[in-house]
């Protein structure tokens, strides 16, 4: 009898929960989403989905939406055809002393939960969930919260030939609004999908609303949902990504 009257509060507190991190009532900036299109000469980029990180967020209302919502998004991805460029980024150091950072590095504190982790270390590889195709997807080592620091992601975006990318990752704090505003400034046309975009559990709930319905959209970068992603992959491309 205490489970039957429990469970109503449990359930609309975990509703309550799921809304103030973002899912679902984020307004998206994009209002003609029937014209919405990639174009043909556009990166995905999937930020920081590592386990250390993902695990942070797994079992979770916020957190099991948002993984849900990312595998949906990446094999829809892998099933275009030809498949547009997809990169990965993973957070990890040279040696365990990570000599990327120096003592006093405030990105030093700020990943110091993951230890002294190196490629080898299992925390930083991308969460099971979140496919990625061997030989096919770019994955990349990175020492700071901007997705392009410390490798060739600019080198590989320029080279390609990308004018337009799409955003997905953990934190929307971190690596989605530092890579935002830097691509922003080496003039792509930014979009983060907003259900595919998460904060960790001990922070704030509003802080994923504040950033995706009050930072981003002043660049301006556009912040759409899942749905609008999918209907813009469908109307995009064939992708001019040289493989």
Known sequence: MLVATLLPSVLALATAARAQAG??????????????????NYAVLNLDMITGLVAGVNGTAPGDAFISSVVKWIDAVHAVK??????????????????????????????????????????????????????????????????????????????QGIDTVVLSGTRTSGVIISTAYRLFDLDYKVYIISDNVIEAVSDPLHINKAILEGAIPKLPANVITLDQAMRALNASGPVNYAQ
Do not use: C, H, M
């Open 23 to 40: 899912y679902g009532n984020i307004t998206s900036t994009v209002s003609n989403d029937t014209a919405l299109s990639f174009g043909k």
């Open 82 to 159: 030809p498949p547009p460029l997809t990169i990965f980024t993973r957070i990890y150091f040279s040696t365990p002393q990570k000599p990327e950072v120096g003592p006093n590095a405030p990105f030093g504190a700020a990943v110091g939960g993951l230890g002294n982790v190196t490629a080898a270390n299992a925390i930083t590889e991308v969460w099971p969930a979140f496919n990625v195709t061997k030989n096919v997807d770019v994955v990349l080592q990175k020492t700071r919260y901007y997705a392009g620091a410390g490798n060739g992601l600019e080198e590989i975006l320029r080279t």
